[in-house]
């Protein structure tokens, strides 16, 4: 999860350009989670440690831990920090990323800190839907169509897939990109370059 201030891209290509006005027009802030990474890391070999986590979960994605606890780390980081216009998040971060617009409606976070205008989700999935139980705080997050601009990023070969699927279709007008692999940050072809800068130019009005 992050703003996050995005490298500069190097090259003459069009797909470089197109990540150069990419980078150019978001102002992005990278944040850690509040707690050390358990188990093996699926980043391991790709980034090095340390490794956080957002909150704690059980076997079955089922039951959740320390999840209240992450929700204030975030706001008072927001707080401090900001003002922040969205959120953008990957895994675990894509996951409480994607709820915290409803939530936030709901009443139940983010209560002191201005609406989220858009969000960013890079292989999520959706709290109460096919794979992942709710934490209590969330129990209304997706209970009608989610309002909130967003940008969904879902890999083929990710075992996130179909959550992903699922949780871009509880957003309205949702913008969504496939690509080829499986749970990574991907990098973009020309084609989901191009549907991000479109996200962007909508949300550059809000």
Not at 44 to 53: H, S, V
Not at 111 to 135: D, L
Not at 167 to 179: G, R
Request: hydrophobic letters at 35%; glycine letters at 12%; one cysteine or more.
């Amino acid at each position: 999860m992050g703003s996050e201030r995005a490298p500069k891209s190097s090259g003459n290509s069009s797909s470089d350009g197109g990540r150069r006005q990419c980078s150019e027009k978001l102002d992005l802030v990278f944040i850690d989670g509040p707690y050390p990474g358990q188990g093996k890391s699926d980043v391991k070999g790709f980034y090095d440690p340390p490794y956080y986590e957002w909150f704690q979960f059980s076997e079955d994605f089922q039951e959740y831990y320390n999840f209240e606890e992450c929700l204030a780390y975030i706001e008072d980081y927001m707080i401090k920090q900001g003002p922040f216009d969205g959120l953008m998040g990957f895994s675990q971060g894509a996951i409480i990323s994607s709820a915290l617009p409803g939530m936030q409606l709901d009443g139940v976070a983010l209560t002191k800190v201005p609406k989220i205008k858009y969000v960013i989700i890079m292989s999520g999935g959706k709290f109460g839907g096919s794979m992942f139980g709710s934490p209590k705080l969330a129990v209304n997050a997706f209970s009608s169509p989610v309002k909130c601009s967003s940008l969904h990023i879902i890999g083929e070969e990710d075992f996130l897939k179909e959550p992903g699927i699922e949780l871009s279709e509880s957003f309205v007008d949702p913008f969504v990109i496939h690509h080829p692999k499986g749970h990574t940050i991907a990098r973009l072809d020309e084609k989901g370059l191009k549907t991000t800068l479109s996200f962007i130019e909508k949300i550059d009005k809000m």
